[in-house]
């Protein structure tokens, strides 16, 4: 392969330990952010799957049937925490001493504070590695422009050094210290992306979460689930 005196093999070769340092940061992040990516866009998806089969889980004849649906549809989903969660706290409650302080509350209330605990541990675990997308996106397009301009300067320090000021001695090395803005840029546009398409994914899950929790509330109350308009489904009994 032919050397191109002008290309990224260039920049690289000549270019001091701050420019291959910056480099070497430019990659870390966009490694990192890509690894950000294609983790929580599975698990996004993963959640979206169980969102959909919390339908199905109210069709089922049993509450160990509904867990098993929402098993099938994703394995340890958020949603099928958030359904052992909830048969846990009453259970809990039910078998407790009742000296506990916990008995001082209502069942309903005992109940509704458990799920919106098992909600917010799994909120934060979806949240987790959105940070770092911010952090690339917000960071990367200034630590390429840093890597710009030290490499400008140090063009021109050269190009006054050699006395010589042509438009052939200026373009290239000019040219070569502009790459290190667009690595900046191509780093940071799709963590940018990433972070905006995995919140607004994680948003819908949440509602539907919280929907499920207080269809959960019911079943667990009155032995029927309640529906998306706050009223009480008729509980299907086992033919």
Same mark, same amino acid.
């Given at each position: 392969m032919e050397y191109n005196p002008y290309g990224v093999q260039a920049l690289w070769s000549q270019g001091d330990m701050v420019i291959k340092g910056v480099a070497l940061l430019l990659l870390i992040m966009s490694i990192a952010s890509?690894?950000?990516?294609?983790?929580?866009?599975?698990?996004?998806? %993963? #959640?979206?799957?169980?969102?959909?089969?919390?339908?199905?889980?109210?069709?089922?004849?049993?509450?160990?049937?509904?867990?098993?649906?929402?098993?099938?549809?994703?394995?340890?989903?958020?949603? +099928?925490?958030?359904?052992?969660? =909830?048969?846990?706290?009453?259970?809990?409650?039910? #078998?407790?001493?009742?000296?506990?302080?916990? #008995? +001082?509350?209502?069942?309903?209330?005992?109940?509704?504070?458990?799920?919106? =605990?098992?909600?917010?541990?799994?909120?934060? %675990?979806?949240?987790? =590695?959105?940070?770092?997308?911010?952090?690339?996106?917000?960071?990367?397009?200034?630590?390429?422009?840093?890597?710009?301009?030290?490499?400008?300067?140090?063009?021109?320090v050269g190009i006054g050094v050699s006395g010589s000021a042509s438009i052939d001695k200026v373009a290239g090395p000019v040219g070569e210290a502009l790459i290190m803005t667009a690595f900046g840029l191509a780093v940071a546009i799709p963590a940018v992306l990433g972070f905006n398409a995995l919140s607004r994914a994680n948003k819908g899950v949440q509602g539907r979460m919280n929907q499920f929790a207080h269809q959960l509330q019911g079943y667990f109350l009155t032995g029927a689930p309640v529906s998306s308009g706050g009223a009480v489904q008729p509980r299907r009994e086992a033919a």
């Open positions: 890509w690894y950000v990516i294609a983790t929580r866009s599975w698990r996004a998806l %993963k #959640n979206a799957r169980a969102a959909r089969a919390t339908a199905d889980f109210w069709h089922a004849q049993s509450f160990d049937e509904g867990l098993e649906i929402l098993t099938l549809a994703a394995p340890a989903s958020q949603f +099928q925490h958030l359904a052992e969660q =909830g048969r846990a706290a009453v259970d809990h409650y039910n #078998n407790s001493n009742r000296t506990h302080l916990h #008995n +001082q509350l209502s069942v309903a209330d005992w109940l509704e504070a458990c799920l919106r =605990g098992a909600i917010n541990e799994s909120v934060e %675990k979806m949240q987790r =590695g959105l940070p770092i997308l911010a952090s690339v996106g917000s960071t990367a397009p200034f630590i390429g422009l840093f890597g710009t301009v030290w490499g400008i300067y140090h063009a021109l």
